[in-house]
């Protein structure tokens, strides 16, 4: 049913981090009647499963925000209504033929047929930062199939999001991050039936025409993210799990820019400004790059963790980029107009690289 626009919310007391707001929006709820289980069909078809999916659709003015400290409520919720039950999980028995059927999972989507912001908030240093994301287009979703039912290897969990033009922003001085035509990211966790035996985490991301600025203060940035995040709690060896994170990242077309001004100063004018920002960059272009970066966590509180980093790129390209409002693409300018190449062949105003090559 559609839900009728409300107003924004205009007081929020201090103790309270509004993680979503829509100021139009459907909620739609599809649920199947289970019937019995009846033969297998003659044909070999599979019979599908007793549909269950809920369906949220964003259509005007929708804001996320999450961080740790709001991960950390969910963490408390999920204890609360589902705790950790210390044992091995029964199976669920499929039932026989005359049986009512059962639900095996829910699914649910939320999709943003709107412009959406997304917010990033974490400590550092008792300052609160942020990571800002604008989708400007509509077309983004996050899709996610939850399991009701044990397997006797377990049961897994699937989430897919799939963000529309993305444009990356943090508080820094400096805040430009990043830009892409889209970004997929592929969640599948596995939980075995023990509640501390290995869970194993495959995460795929895939990036398409991705502009990425890289200054050294990210490197903070994002150290100081992840400590948040990982301080939820003090060790326990009484609830710790061992896990692993399998990362791939897949980019198409990527371009990776690094501020390579005079002094190592950095222009951190905004992009809306009048005067225009006069940074030089060193370009790092591939056109296609995958990144495999395992992070095992299978010992408690161990002293060192190996972490192996393997990058794949194809058709690497370095070029200084000079914008024009810098003083000096004049000067490079000049000096391209009136380039002259002195060759065997005679002199030439332009050498192509191809043609170098094969000569050789």
């Known amino acids: 049913n559609s839900l009728p626009p409300i107003p924004p919310s205009k007081h929020v007391d201090s103790d309270v981090f509004q993680i979503f707001e829509c100021s139009e929006g459907e909620l739609e709820y599809e649920q199947d009647v289970p019937g019995k289980m009846i033969e297998p069909l003659e044909n070999g078809e599979r019979i599908p499963d007793v549909?269950?999916?809920i369906r949220i659709k964003c259509n005007k003015e929708t804001k996320i925000a999450y961080g740790p400290w709001a991960d950390r409520q969910r963490e408390l919720l999920w204890q609360y209504?589902?705790?950790?039950?210390y044992e091995d999980s029964p199976i669920t028995l499929e039932p026989s033929i005359g049986q009512t059927r059962i639900?095996?999972?829910v699914h649910f989507r939320l999709l943003f047929n709107c412009p959406t912001i997304l917010d990033l908030y974490f400590m550092h240093k008792m300052k609160l930062q942020q990571l800002h994301i604008e989708c400007p287009v509509k077309g983004s979703y996050l899709d996610a199939i939850l399991p009701f039912s044990t397997n006797p290897d377990g049961f897994n969990t699937f989430l897919s999001i799939d963000i529309l033009q993305p444009i990356i922003r943090t508080n820094l001085s400096f805040s430009p991050f990043a830009q892409t035509d889209n970004i997929n990211i592929n969640i599948h966790i596995h939980y075995p039936r023990l509640w501390n035996s290995l869970q194993n985490w495959l995460i795929d991301?895939?990036?398409?025409?991705?502009?990425?600025y890289f200054i050294f203060e990210h490197k903070n940035f994002f150290q100081a993210l992840i400590n948040d995040w990982s301080s939820s709690s003090p060790p326990d060896i009484y609830s710790f799990t061992p896990f692993v994170y399998n990362i791939t990242v897949h980019g198409d077309q990527v371009e990776i820019l690094i501020p390579c001004n005079q002094g190592n100063w950095i222009d951190c004018s905004n992009e809306n400004a009048q005067q225009p920002a006069?940074?030089?960059y060193v370009s790092l272009c591939a056109k296609s790059l995958v990144l495999t970066y395992p992070l095992p966590f299978f010992e408690f509180c161990p002293k060192v963790t190996a972490m192996d980093l393997t990058v794949e790129t194809e058709d690497v390209l370095v070029r200084l980029v000079i914008p024009r409002s810098n003083q000096m693409y004049y000067i490079i300018e000049g000096l391209d107009m009136h380039k002259r190449f002195y060759t065997p062949?005679?002199?030439k105003s332009q050498l192509s690289l191809s043609d170098?090559?094969?000569k050789r």
């Open 345 to 347: 062949d005679g002199i």
């Open 51 to 53: 549909a269950w999916e």
């Open 103 to 105: 639900f095996k999972s």
């Open 205 to 212: 991301i895939t990036t398409k025409n991705p502009q990425i």
């Open 278 to 280: 006069e940074n030089n």
């Open 356 to 358: 170098a090559f094969n």
């Open 81 to 85: 209504f589902l705790p950790t039950i």
